[in-house]
């Protein structure tokens, strides 16, 4: 399962690239930066493009809405680009037919066009204002959504219409437009079933937390609270060993992936943002992707010699790669393609770079690999606070003196995802107070996951007490619930595969914004699940 999503997350950087369009092909290649130029421009937060404005915030919302507004059949609108991911299922831009055993009826990454957009609309502007639209244009990448830091969905997401800055008749006025970031409507002939079936539901367009007693934003910015999202990238970032372990949930730990499923649960309220066949096309996906894109570019400057995964694995299988294909770092990523004969591979979209863009924290080349995991390891030391309430609130970072050692503990699950009705979500609580949660997604069919859920709300009522004592303490703590999508729920009784332990670990917390936690002396209990005889 989840070497699909190692090549996910490699294709993810191909999001907003700039494309050249021929007669038989769009090229994905990058924004062009001047080489000598000393940085490259950020892709910057949703929230602060948002609330900056000016012009890179109308060149944006124009531009996505032209993407919007294409036509369906152009293998450069916002329909079809959305579409690699799941439905409509069919070939894109003419890179060959479907497997006849793919298990996933889509490509899975994903690829979108907005800088050539913003260039053409720029130069619409009153020549008095023009040279301020163009720069803006040139400098535009598509925004992400930091959802950790943030704790909420963009509240530009929110409202049916937004104000921004359009040219009339030759002159610049303040308009109300239709808000490409609250939702996509689907044209008729998609409803028509040009492309095939595409909803049984027949959706007309992307909805969010529709179902009854719930409402955008307030139901998902409540989830998004709950789960403490900051907190769980720290301990991906922190705690992980390897790429595998921080990628995907292949193996034990707090996963990149793990979370990203958790957004496309919570960011929503389980609407079509769940669902794999059509979370492309709801406006949050490019901007939960991107961030996603955006952690894994901070991975790599953390841990240079681990930028992908390693080893080979046979495919599951997708519209064009056949089932037990082997994959390694060299497989094509389609449909994205590097030259009219040639797709990219994870290896070929490695470097931010060398396609035209950047992060905070990551924007000048000039920087040594030392200075680039100094600028990171500050970024993600910001995201955990000091693991000062683990340590009767006295600050730890304190330079020169000796780490503060601390205890903490974490839930370990594993499950085969066959036994479960997916989408769901297998919630954990200790002691009456929610913990976190494991979210399984509709994919892959079959295979063995894992999942990790910090349980520092436990810590001051273990501090101390034996190990026998802790291990009947947490076993009569534990309640698991697994819910599904519609609300209802699935017996841990019917899930024999489900298994819990529970991680005790010692940690050196960090003396300064440079240095990380040091984890060591892990022991682990078995918990019992209540699967019966």
């Keep these: 399962m989840l070497p699909l999503y190692q ?5 993810a950087a191909l999001l907003p690239a700039e494309v050249t369009t021929t007669t038989a092909s769009v090229i994905v290649t990058g924004v062009k930066v001047d080489p000598k130029a000393p940085s490259l421009p950020p892709r910057r937060s949703i929230v602060d493009l948002h609330s900056a404005g000016g012009p890179q915030w109308d060149l944006y919302i124009q531009a996505l809405r032209a993407m919007q507004a294409a036509n369906a059949t152009d293998p450069e609108s916002y329909f079809q680009v959305s579409g690699i991911h799941g439905k409509p299922f069919i070939e894109y831009d003419k890179t ?5 055993e793919a298990l996933w009826a889509g490509y899975c990454p994903h690829g979108q066009i907005l800088v050539e957009h913003a260039k053409q609309i720029a130069v619409t502007y009153p020549e008095e204002l023009r040279a301020r639209y163009i720069e803006a244009a040139d400098t535009l990448r598509t925004p992400f959504w930091d959802w950790g830091a943030d704790a909420a969905v963009p509240q530009s997401t929110v409202p049916q219409t937004l104000r921004i800055n359009v040219t009339e008749n030759g002159k610049v006025e303040a308009k109300d437009v239709e808000n490409p970031l609250h939702t996509f409507k689907f044209s008729q002939n998609i409803l028509n079933g040009e492309f095939g079936e595409f909803d049984k539901e027949g959706r007309a367009q992307i909805y969010r937390c529709n179902q009854p007693n719930m409402s955008y934003p307030e139901t998902a910015n409540e989830l998004i609270r709950r789960r403490s999202y900051k907190h769980l990238l720290y301990n991906a970032f922190t705690k992980s060993s390897d790429f595998k372990q921080f ?15 958790g957004i496309h649960w919570d960011g929503a309220c389980q609407s079509q943002f769940l669902q794999l066949e059509f979370t492309g096309f709801d406006p949050l996906f490019m901007l939960h992707h991107a961030n996603v894109d955006r952690l894994w ?25 056949p089932v037990n294909a082997t994959i390694t770092t060299r497989s094509p990523l389609l449909p994205f393609r590097r030259s009219e004969t040639e797709f990219h591979t994870p290896e070929s979209v490695q470097s931010i770079h060398d396609l035209g863009y950047s992060y905070p924290g990551l924007e000048h080349r000039e920087k040594n690999p030392d200075q680039r995991r100094e600028e990171v390891t500050r970024i993600i030391n910001g995201l955990e606070p000091e693991f000062a309430h683990l340590n009767g609130g006295q600050d730890n970072r304190q330079p020169g003196r000796p780490r503060t050692v601390l205890t903490r503990y974490f839930a370990h699950m594993t499950i085969e995802v066959s ?18 949660n494991m979210v399984l997604m509709s994919m892959p069919r079959s295979g063995v996951v894992y999942g990790e859920i910090p349980l520092d709300s436990v810590y001051i009522h273990l501090r101390g007490k034996s190990n026998s004592v802790v291990l009947d303490n947490l076993q009569s703590w534990l309640q698991v619930e697994i819910i599904k999508s519609d609300g209802s729920t699935i017996s841990v009784v019917d899930v024999p595969s489900l298994n819990m332990q529970i991680e005790q670990v010692h940690v050196a917390a960090p003396r300064s914004d440079i240095e990380l936690p040091l984890y060591s002396g892990s022991k682990f209990f078995g918990i019992k699940m209540g699967h019966g005889p």
């Design 247 to 261: 990628a995907t949930m292949d193996s034990s730990g707090i996963s990149l992936e793990g979370i990203h499923g």
């Design 419 to 436: 036994e479960v009705e997916r989408p769901c979500s297998i919630e954990v609580s200790m002691n009456g107070t929610y913990a976190g």
């Design 7 to 11: 090549l996910f997350i490699a294709a």
């Design 297 to 321: 570019a901070y991975w790599e400057a953390m841990h240079p010699d681990q930028r992908l995964f390693s080893g080979e694995y046979p495919s599951k299988g997708l519209w064009s790669t």
């Design 96 to 100: 060959g037919p479907k497997t006849t």
